[in-house]
C-alpha cells in the first residue's frame, strides 16, 4: 500500500492512509502511557526504543520518533509494520474516548489545523478541553480576522470532532 508522507519536524511526521480504515475514535499513545490494549501496531512501534508518541485515526498515523536521529528509523519500522497490520486489521476497532484528550487535540491541532491557519500569517493554541467543549486563541493575523468565526466552526470544530468524537464543540476565547 502507497502512503502519503508529510513531515512535520526533524522527527515528527504523518503517513496518510489512502482509504479510512476501519476504525472509530482516535487511538493515541506516548512512552509513558504505553497501554497493552492498545492495537498491535501501536504497541509494537511503542515497544522499541524508536517512537516517543503515536496518534492513530482513521486517515493516518501521527509519529514522534525520540530524536531527529531515530527518525528515518521509525518511517521504515513504521511502514514494514503499517503493511503487516492492515492486512489483519480487524473490523472495526473502537478508540475508548476521554483518554489523553488535550494530547490528541493538540497533535490535531499540529498537524491538521494549524498549517492551514500559518499560511495566512496565523496560528492556533489550545486553551482547555472540559466536558467535550474545546476553547481556543487565534493567534497572529487570524485574532480578529472577519473570518475567525467561519474558521472556527468549517476548520476547527469539524476537524476535532472528526478525529475525535467526544468533543462536542469548539470556541474561541
Excluded at 2 to 20: D, G, N, V
Excluded at 40 to 68: K, M, Q, R
Aim: net charge negative; with cysteine; aromatic share 8%.
Amino acid at each position: 500500500m502507497i502512503f502519503e508522507l508529510k513531515k512535520i519536524s526533524p522527527s515528527e511526521f504523518i503517513f496518510f492512509f489512502p482509504q479510512p480504515l476501519p476504525l472509530t475514535g482516535t487511538f493515541y499513545a506516548n512512552r509513558q502511557t504505553f497501554d497493552h490494549s492498545l492495537p498491535e501496531i501501536i504497541n509494537n512501534l511503542l515497544a522499541g526504543d524508536i517512537a516517543a508518541e503515536i496518534l492513530l485515526t482513521n486517515n493516518f498515523i501521527y509519529l514522534h520518533s525520540v530524536s531527529p536521529e531515530m527518525s528515518d528509523d521509525l518511517q521504515s519500522l513504521a511502514l514494514a509494520e503499517l503493511d503487516d497490520w492492515l492486512a489483519s486489521v480487524p473490523a472495526p476497532l473502537i478508540a475508548p474516548q476521554g483518554q489523553q484528550t488535550e494530547n490528541k487535540i493538540q497533535i490535531i491541532l499540529k498537524t491538521i489545523i494549524a498549517p492551514f491557519m500559518q499560511q495566512d500569517g496565523g496560528d492556533i493554541k489550545l486553551l482547555s478541553c472540559r466536558n467535550g467543549i474545546v476553547a481556543v486563541q487565534f493567534l497572529g493575523k487570524c485574532h480578529g480576522c472577519p473570518y475567525a468565526e467561519r474558521t472556527l466552526k468549517e476548520r476547527v470544530e469539524k476537524n476535532l470532532i472528526r478525529y475525535l468524537p467526544e468533543i462536542r464543540e469548539v470556541i474561541m476565547q
